[in-house]
């Protein structure tokens, strides 16, 4: 799509690969067979994560964020306060259907970027630090 010379790309609307069926995976049976081990060791399948890492699903909370202009411009505190509270519980509204899985880990160095001109932000992440700490 070309607007005044700029080529401009499309929102998709649809992830580009269905959700795994992850009813042959049970996790009561990963639990049971690995009693006892330190669960942060033990591999658990991959059908068990959500289509996309977790610099995306950081992303996703800002999907209603008109609501904190809305917030901003309102003089009333009490209608301000419910359009703070709207916007936090509306990142679970892109999430409704895979509440189930957890995002995969990015590695570092990882980037993420998404530009929303339509919604007034550009949004910029990357992985910059790794969350275990190391010891000596």
Do not use: H
């Not at 202009?69 to 209608?79: K, Q, R, S, V």
């Not at 980037?111 to 339509?118: A, F, G, I, S």
């Amino acid at each position: 799509m070309v607007e005044n010379g700029a080529e401009l790309s499309r929102r998709r609307s649809c992830l580009p690969a269905l959700s795994t069926n992850t009813r042959s995976v049970s996790l009561w049976n990963i639990l049971r067979n690995n009693i006892g081990k330190d669960l942060s060791k033990v591999a658990m399948p991959v059908q068990l994560n959500e289509p996309l890492n977790t610099l995306q699903r950081l992303c996703e909370e800002l999907e209603y964020s008109e609501l904190l202009d809305t917030a901003a411009n309102t003089l009333d505190p009490f209608e301000r306060m419910v359009y703070m509270a709207t916007f936090a519980v509306s990142g679970y509204a892109s999430s409704y259907y895979r509440a189930g899985g957890k995002p995969f880990n990015p590695v570092l160095g990882e980037t993420y970027e998404c530009d929303r001109p339509d919604k007034g932000f550009r949004f910029v992440a990357e992985q910059a630090s790794l969350s275990k700490m190391f010891k000596p």
